[in-house]
């Protein structure tokens, strides 16, 4: 369970790093979605599959589209890939960021932050996501609407920028 915790993380780390690094709208978005993956399986790893699950189909389902938007209102015909030298130099600039910044706060806090969940179960009364979904209801449903309702204006907001002034997508309302 600790090896698929690595490997959760640095691919976290290595599809953040691709996301920041590409200007290209494309490989941006699937480094988006690498990115949403692995969160949600380093959430469902330490007793979140619930919070896991809402924030896969929010962050996948809202933000996505309107992303899939406007990548397609700005298109390029030659995209630069992950290969080519300036995406390159950017790679190698975040990684060295990102390794000195690990050197600089690293110092032993994080070696807990590897253990899952449900790895002392038998120590336990509770499964660990019970928690998380009683106060999503409890609590946080309420930020949970509002959030929704948010991402539906923004969703409108982007149409109304990319269409115009003249031929926008409210004007017919």
């Known amino acids: 369970m600790t090896l698929l915790m690595y490997l959760l ?3 976290w ?3 953040l790093v691709a996301v920041a690094s590409n200007p290209s709208p494309y ?3 699937l480094g988006l979605v690498v990115v ?3 969160g949600c399986g380093v959430l469902i790893a330490h007793g979140g599959p619930f919070l896991s699950l809402v924030l896969f189909l929010i962050y996948l389902g809202g933000m996505l589209v309107v992303f899939a938007y406007s ?3 700005a298109a390029e015909p030659h995209p630069e890939t992950w290969g080519s030298e300036p995406v390159l130099i950017y790679v190698v600039v975040y990684l060295l960021g990102v390794v000195g910044a690990a050197v ?3 110092g032993g806090w994080y070696e807990a932050s590897w253990v899952p969940a449900d790895e ?3 120590f336990s009364m509770f499964r660990g996501d019970m928690g998380g979904v009683a106060f999503m209801y409890s609590l946080g449903g309420g930020m949970l ?3 929704a309702w948010v991402l539906l204006l923004t969703l409108f907001v982007v149409l109304e920028l990319t269409r115009g002034l003249s031929r926008g997508t409210l004007r017919v309302v």
Do not use: P
């Open 9 to 11: 993380m640095f691919s």
């Open 13 to 15: 780390i290595f599809a």
């Open 27 to 29: 490989f941006a978005a």
């Open 36 to 38: 949403a993956g692995s």
């Open 71 to 73: 990548a397609a209102l």
């Open 104 to 106: 600089l706060v690293g």
């Open 120 to 122: 002392l179960s038998e």
């Open 145 to 147: 609407v509002i959030g």
